[in-house]
């Protein structure tokens, strides 16, 4: 079992998704989304782990993260 992710690699991480989701679910839902999907992404994959699939090519990078993408689209 991996150690959670480091805490640079989540604000990364966050800043990453910030910026990209901003435009689509406006500051406030940007904000609780990516908290959202960092969390969970967090809990499941070590920092090797995240970097693994974080080098991947974009669509398998989707595929990987879905479950924590969908989760907090709800």
Same mark, same amino acid.
């Given at each position: 079992?991996?150690?959670?992710?480091?805490i640079?690699?989540?604000?990364?991480?966050?800043?990453?998704?910030y910026?990209?989701?901003?435009?689509?679910?406006g500051?406030d839902?940007?904000k609780?989304?990516c908290?959202?999907?960092? =969390?969970?992404?967090?809990? +499941?994959?070590?920092? $090797?782990? *995240? =970097?693994e699939?974080?080098? +991947?090519?974009?669509? $398998?990078i *989707?595929?990987?993260?879905?479950?924590?993408?969908?989760?907090?689209?709800?």
């Amino acid at each position: 079992v991996g150690s959670e992710m480091c805490i640079r690699d989540r604000k990364e991480l966050y800043i990453g998704c910030y910026s990209n989701s901003k435009q689509y679910l406006g500051p406030d839902g940007a904000k609780i989304y990516c908290q959202c999907t960092v =969390d969970k992404l967090s809990a +499941k994959f070590s920092d $090797e782990e *995240m =970097d693994e699939v974080f080098s +991947k090519e974009p669509e $398998e990078i *989707m595929e990987q993260t879905a479950f924590a993408t969908e989760d907090c689209e709800k």
